[in-house]
């Protein structure tokens, strides 16, 4: 059962939103992406360790934001750190953390999207969360890392309603198992490719000739383009697409956040190849990062062979990692969990209405199934 954690006007209203969606994830469609298997629940929580949480905020006719924590483990991550990266295939965002990360080459908080104005409010949040965990009483630096997308088409974002409560609430009620996906937490405001975007998830298990190893992904998607559907060129033929009216307007249509984990042993140089990598999901779905468009990725390892203490008490370290003549198998594994997470996020995204009486469509997902089958796109 899908797990989220509701703030709204109604709660009885929320839940059964939340929870009632019956849209389809691409494979229950019958579209399979990409050559690997996905895991268990075909979910960034297929990585060990792995928590997801979310808090939704949809309140009156304004309000539709929230709140996405992604948690490397269930310890105390500012103690026990993990290896991770960042890439960044078009800069136009408000990624915090970001230089430290890439100096340390670790992850020492949970990975949280908002709004891009809530982003200072979030930041405060992982802070006063890291500050209270046992162990921490004499920590005095935090780095926390939060990625967003601008919402502001359904959203009131300049009100700023993202709380910090919202989001300790999400990284308390993270938990494993199936994520909920579309539009809820972070993506609850979210458009993608012209229809409502909003929070995506995947995975894909390598073979174990090939390390065995598992890739997750977690996409919110705010993103233009024309979208590729398995090869199918499902904007063009819905006309419903990137410049389709160029000569009436140009405008530039981003973001797209995605967050990668897998149990593969590796360290920040890997992490940031494995990163670049999975942009390419944004690639392969019709996005091709624009000029206003920031599109990041955050990768991270939970291998116990390569966490890394705060305090090390030897003066030399040694880590067993992947080569990187392995890699490769990786790098597919993370194009193919991008990929199908960016599809999810679309297909399990309702139509909503918002800011100024807005209206942002459901991908028209019968409608794309019934084209793709006459067109003998299913694979």
Same mark, same amino acid.
């Given at each position: 059962?899908? /797990? ?10 929320a839940? $059964?939103? %939340? ?25 960034i929580?297929?990585?060990? =360790? ?5 808090t ?5 006719k304004?309000?539709?934001?929230g709140?996405?924590?992604? %948690? ?6 500012f103690?026990? /750190? ?39 409010? !979030? ?6 969360y ?6 921490n ?7 926390? &890392?939060?990625g ?5 088409f ?13 989001v300790?609430?999400? $990284? ?6 199936p ?9 609850? #405001?979210?458009?993608c490719?012209?229809y409502? #975007?909003? $929070? ?7 073979p ?8 997750g992904v ?6 233009? #383009?024309v ?5 199918y060129?499902?904007? /063009?033929?819905?006309?419903n ?8 307007? &140009?405008?530039?249509q ?6 990668? !984990? ?6 920040a140089?890997?992490?940031k ?6 942009l %390419?999901?944004i ?14 990725a955050v ?10 203490p705060y ?13 990187n003549?392995?890699?490769?198998p %990786? ?15 679309l297909?399990?995204?309702e139509?909503?209405? =918002?800011?100024? #009486? ?11 199934? /019934?084209m793709?089958k ?6």
């Amino acid at each position: 059962m899908k /797990k989220s954690y509701c703030v709204f006007g109604s709660l009885l209203l929320a839940c $059964i939103f %939340l929870w009632g969606n019956e849209r389809p994830r691409v494979r229950e469609a019958g579209i399979t992406p990409g050559i690997f298997a996905p895991g268990q629940w075909n979910a960034i929580t297929d990585v060990n =360790g792995v928590l997801v949480g979310h808090t939704t905020l949809v309140k009156g006719k304004d309000i539709r934001t929230g709140v996405t924590a992604v %948690l490397p483990h269930k310890g105390n991550v500012f103690l026990d /750190k993990v290896p991770a990266a960042v890439y960044a295939a078009n800069g136009f965002g408000k990624l915090t953390g970001t230089t430290q990360v890439e100096e340390l080459g670790s992850l020492e908080t949970p990975v949280v999207l908002t709004n891009t104005l809530s982003v200072p409010t !979030a930041a405060d949040a992982v802070i006063d969360y890291v500050l209270s965990l046992s162990g921490n009483k004499r920590v005095g630096s935090v780095n926390p &890392v939060v990625g967003e997308t601008n919402d502001g088409f359904l959203n009131d974002i300049r009100a700023r309603h993202v709380k910090k409560s919202h989001v300790l609430a999400a $990284i308390k009620n993270a938990a494993s198992g199936p994520v909920a996906e579309g539009c809820v937490g972070a993506g609850t #405001g979210t458009s993608c490719y012209g229809y409502k #975007g909003g $929070i995506g998830t995947s995975s894909r298990v390598l073979p174990a000739e090939l390390g065995g190893y598992t890739v997750g992904v977690l996409v919110q998607t705010n993103h233009g #383009g024309v979208l590729n559907i398995n090869g199918y060129p499902a904007g /063009k033929e819905l006309e419903n697409f990137s410049y389709q009216r160029f000569v009436e307007k &140009v405008e530039d249509q981003g973001s797209c956040m995605v967050v990668v !984990a897998t149990d593969a042993p590796l360290l920040a140089r890997n992490l940031k190849r494995l990163a670049k990598r999975a942009l %390419l999901g944004i690639a392969r779905t019709g996005g091709y990062y624009s000029n206003g468009s920031g599109d990041y990725a955050v990768a991270f390892s939970t291998s116990k062979k390569v966490r890394i203490p705060y305090r090390s008490r030897d003066a030399l370290e040694s880590y067993e990692v992947v080569s990187n003549r392995m890699m490769s198998p %990786l790098f597919l594994a993370a194009a193919e969990a991008c990929e199908e997470a960016i599809l999810n996020s679309l297909f399990q995204a309702e139509t909503t209405k =918002g800011k100024d #009486g807005r209206m942002q469509e459901a991908l028209p997902v019968d409608q794309v199934l /019934k084209m793709m089958k006459n067109y003998d796109f299913f694979h």
